[in-house]
């Protein structure tokens, strides 16, 4: 999936996401929030003004979200993004009501929906992560900016083809047809077993 498309799964089919943000002395908050709407320059959500949550966006400006599809851990897909957001106010409200006509249920007025604004994810890092696959898949996107971030594992020139590192990778994603051999990230679950096993200290962690 691009960017667009990973995007779009996260607003129609995950929907509601569990939403980090940091409290006055720094520690993590989280609050269930409905992602509304989406495009290539982001995710878009509302909230109220009264709320400690709204307060807390505007100080800092920054969520980490995650939410997930499945009916158990093996048909899990999960999308998890963390990035700079802005409020852009009601300019989009209308059209997030049309979207999502539920909340005409809970703001059935005009005047009830004055205190609601929205706010636009528009730079971060994300991952979609799919357990649902074998090997699983993982996949990282960005958005806005944002440089796209280096995680996980590799395994460097000090390799000597052992093949230690392959006997205890739950995925089977390292290939040994090269030396060095080459983990492929988009089937690695990041377990670390590589690193601990390599007699050689081949394998580093990136990010």
Known sequence: MDLTEILKFLEKEIHTVVMATADDNGLPVTCAVDIMDSDESGLY????????????LKKNGHVALTGMKGNDTLSCVAVSVRGKVQEIGNKRTHRLFEKNPYMNEIYPTEQSRQALTVFQLYEGNGELFDLSKKPIKRALFTIGNKQEETQGYEITQKC????????????????????????????????????????????????
Do not use: M, S, W
């Open 160 to 207: 000597i083809g052992c093949k230690v590192c392959q006997k205890v990778c739950p995925q089977n994603c390292i290939d040994l047809t090269v030396v060095p051999a080459f983990i492929k990230k988009e089937n690695c679950l990041h377990c670390g077993n590589c690193l601990e096993v390599c007699p050689q200290k081949a394998v580093i962690r990136k990010g």
């Open 45 to 56: 959500f509302l909230t109220a003004k009264g709320k400690g949550f709204y307060a807390r």
